[in-house]
């Protein structure tokens, strides 16, 4: 098993374009994350999926859009891309249920917007 | 609100040392909590969960509810064990599994 796969893995943009981050998970699991990582400040959650068929807002969801296409996939939108969005984005997927169940991380996608 | 304070930005030991990582919460329900590690560059990895009550990799961490706190312990460090470390919540009543991370505390073990 893959576990999460994030693409892509790196990628550079200018101020304004836009760009979908791709996530993938294979464990059949319920929900799924979007997650920030900036020096000094953890991570931060952008929007998650609790189900397939929703969404809902997370910590820091602003210039941000997601769609989870189904089951497996979780994909995060940037519509116009700022300098303040260059970070690490990590995807993550949970089965359900309580009961201390973790998140499963991917790799990451190092963006960085010029 | 909730909130997940680790204190120490780094910490750095010598190698045979005991380390403890600091994690303080903040959280009126039944939280449920946990140790991430990410090596250089790699992807977080589940290290330890209160309630599993587990050693991984001789790391230990205990939930004391009266001080709110699940520090994490390791009698003697190896260098293998430099990283960084994040304590992260989640409610235990909610089955969204949002977790709530602290900011990080970098290990550097020193030879």
């Known amino acids: 098993n893959a576990g999460v796969t994030q693409t892509p893995k790196f990628q550079v943009l200018k101020t304004g374009q836009s760009m979908t981050l791709q996530c993938a998970q294979d464990m059949n699991h319920n929900s799924m994350y979007w997650y920030r990582q900036d020096p000094g400040m953890g991570l931060r959650l952008i929007y998650y999926?609790?189900?397939?068929?929703?969404?809902d807002k997370g910590e820091v969801p602003n210039g941000y859009n997601v769609s989870r296409l189904n089951k497996r996939e979780f994909s995060l939108r940037l519509e116009s891309a700022a300098p303040s969005q260059t970070s690490v984005y990590f995807c993550?997927?949970?089965?359900?249920?309580?009961?201390?169940?973790?998140?499963?991380f991917g790799d990451g996608t190092r963006l960085s917007i010029l | 609100a909730q909130r997940v304070t680790q204190p120490e930005k780094l910490l750095s030991v010598f190698k045979g040392a005991p380390v403890e990582l600091k994690c303080n919460y903040s959280?009126?329900?039944?939280?449920?909590l946990f140790w991430y590690v990410q090596y250089s560059r790699q992807r977080l990895q589940l290290l330890l969960r209160h309630i599993s009550r587990e050693s991984i990799k001789g790391f230990t961490a205990d939930l004391n509810k009266g001080e709110t706190s699940f520090h994490l312990k390791k009698p003697f460090a190896q260098e293998e064990d430099s990283a960084m470390y994040y304590c992260?919540?989640?409610?235990?009543?909610?089955?969204?599994?949002?977790?709530?991370f602290g900011q990080g505390t970098t290990l550097q073990v020193k030879p």
């Open positions: 999926s609790a189900s397939e068929g929703t969404t």
């Open positions: 993550a997927s949970r089965g359900a249920g309580g009961g201390g169940k973790p998140q499963h």
């Open positions: 959280y009126s329900g039944s939280p449920e």
């Open positions: 992260a919540l989640s409610s235990g009543s909610s089955n969204t599994g949002k977790l709530i």
